[in-house]
């Protein structure tokens, strides 16, 4: 199963971008206006349970701010409906499925407010998320989106398929490269399916999220692929998770042929790379879990993973900042978090998320190693640029990992070069 939500090309951002140039704008609450407002919320049908509940316990006691909830518009992607709205200057007030990726181009087009510069507004995102709240500045320090929740990438296994081929169901050999490349071989050499896993081969930049990312970020005990507007990955690590899903495509573990549907549903492939939105999509399929693989074998309780978090923005449009300011708190709460975990099964980017709500994953055991895992992910970099940066990498990726042709150090050396000058742009 592919990401749900399809991030837009850069160039639609970008030309999204040349309409509207201006600085994003701020208040604090106390001199906000007050009053009804409009909000986006995925088109999910989880997180649409979740938006119509929220906002109607919000509207049964607030009549003066009533706030009208709807599905984010039907586009090519939600980013570029987003850009559009922003463009057009009718962009609601929060939108809950701004992808981080497309948050600096966002705030470039002067689309969003900046949450530090409102009362309280830092302090109040950084008590609920902890440290990784961090993650979610820009490059100056300021947050132009409110972390919201996450879905940790891991390695989801058909139990049945393991059986077949003669591999231990409950305790499979999939932690180290070696090991998982050697499982994959005896899957694909069973006949239990056409290939061991499939990632998406495509070139869209946000791939990379789902192959290279959480890997790197495993094998490296969480680092950005960009941080300080210098790329990391040019390095032994980067070459190990390159050389690792070269191999995969080489050996035709996986294949460079994007599969129509979802591979892993249909049995063509006997392992996924996803998140805990998969518990509830794969509930027919005898599923069990393990992080993502590292070179050597990281203990679970220390493997780190790209996040696949959506977050709230508060766009500059909005008439009644101090209402939406007092929304985006509300549905941030204790209480609607958990309403967000017990609809969705997605983790609230929340701090002490598994003690804080220890009931809930009691009852929920599938979802505990996601609780777990919740805490220790890594997101794309920040920046106005961040899209543009994940496409250099991208194209450098599918040209030489996916192909199976070319040196995967010289590939991520050249691409490493190419980001260092982007990262730099304004």
Not at 110 to 121: E, M, P, T, W
Not at 343 to 372: C, H, I, V, W
Not at 403 to 409: L, M, P, Q
């Amino acid at each position: 199963m592919q990401r749900r939500t399809v991030i837009g090309a850069s160039v639609l951002l970008t030309a999204a971008l040349a309409l509207t140039a201006c600085s994003g704008g701020a208040t604090t609450s106390s001199t906000a206006k007050h009053g009804p407002i409009t909000i986006w919320y995925s088109n999910n049908e989880q997180e649409v349970a979740w938006g119509k509940q929220m906002v109607a316990a919000w509207n049964a006691t607030h009549p003066k701010e009533q706030v009208k909830g709807q599905e984010i518009p039907a586009g090519k992607s939600s980013e570029e409906v987003i850009g559009a709205a922003i463009a057009a200057g009718n962009a609601p007030c929060l939108i809950y499925n701004t992808a981080p990726a497309a948050v600096g181009q966002f705030e470039k087009q002067g689309g969003l407010v900046d949450l530090s510069k409102i009362s309280g507004g830092s302090a109040y995102i950084e008590a609920r998320s902890g440290k990784v709240a961090e993650q979610y500045k820009n490059t100056a320090g300021d947050y132009f989106q409110m972390p919201w929740k996450s879905n940790p990438v891991v390695i989801f296994y058909n139990k049945d398929m393991f059986t077949k081929a003669g591999l231990d169901p409950e305790n499979p050999k999939l932690s180290t490269y070696a090991d998982f490349i050697d499982t994959s071989k005896k899957l694909v050499a069973a006949g239990v399916s056409k290939v061991a896993i499939q990632p998406a081969p495509t070139s869209e930049f946000f791939q990379t999220q789902f192959d290279f990312y959480p890997l790197y970020a495993a094998a490296t005990n969480g680092k950005q692929i960009v941080q300080d507007n210098k790329s990391t990955f040019a390095n032994q690590a980067g070459y190990d998770v390159a050389d690792f899903w070269q191999t995969m495509y080489k050996d035709k573990l996986s294949s460079p042929e994007q599969y129509t549907g979802d591979s892993f549903a249909a049995g063509n492939s006997a392992m996924a790379i996803v998140g805990p939105w998969a518990v509830s999509v794969y509930k027919d399929v005898n599923w069990g879990s393990v992080p993502v693989p590292t070179k050597d074998g990281t203990p679970a309780n220390k493997t780190w993973t790209f996040s696949d978090a959506k977050n709230i923005g508060l766009y500059s449009a909005c008439k009644a900042q101090g209402t939406a300011w007092d929304v985006l708190k509300f549905s941030t709460s204790k209480a609607q978090d958990q309403k967000l975990l017990e609809l969705t099964g997605q983790m609230p980017l929340r701090k002490d998320l598994q003690t804080t709500y220890a009931s809930y994953f009691e009852k929920n055991p599938t979802y505990k190693a996601f609780g777990d895992q919740a805490s220790r992910t890594v997101e794309v970099p920040p920046g106005p640029n961040t899209v543009e940066m994940l496409q250099a990498f991208r194209d450098a990726w599918t040209k030489t990992v996916v192909t199976g042709s070319g040196d995967v150090k010289s590939a991520l050396k050249a691409a490493a070069s190419k980001i260092d000058t982007i990262a730099k742009q304004k």
